[in-house]
């Protein structure tokens, strides 16, 4: 008898204590929603009038690694060497 009662009293305070918690993740949730529409608001950003380097890049043009042991000719839009993982300069 006092087993049954037992049981009823620890699932009801483990199940208030997960909608609780369940509650606070919720709120949670919705302020870092909140939280992350400010900050896009607010953030700095790029100048959108002015493109890059590698934008302003003529399409085709060969950019050689420069390593003197790879010097591999890049023909796409990238900021390493696809061979041995140097830095293009452009």
Not at 18 to 34: D, I, N
Not at 39 to 55: A, I, N, Y
Request: proline letters at 4%.
């Amino acid at each position: 008898m006092h087993g049954d009662l037992l049981l009823v009293v620890l699932i009801l305070v483990f199940g208030c204590a997960a909608f609780l918690f369940g509650l606070v993740y919720m709120v949670w949730c919705v302020v870092g929603t909140v939280g992350r529409a400010m900050w896009s608001l607010v953030r700095p950003r790029r100048h959108v009038g002015t493109p890059s380097c590698r934008e302003n890049r003529m399409f085709g043009r060969a950019v050689y690694c420069p390593r003197p042991n790879c010097r591999k000719a890049e023909y796409r839009n990238a900021r390493f060497c696809s061979q041995c993982g140097a830095q293009l300069k452009y």
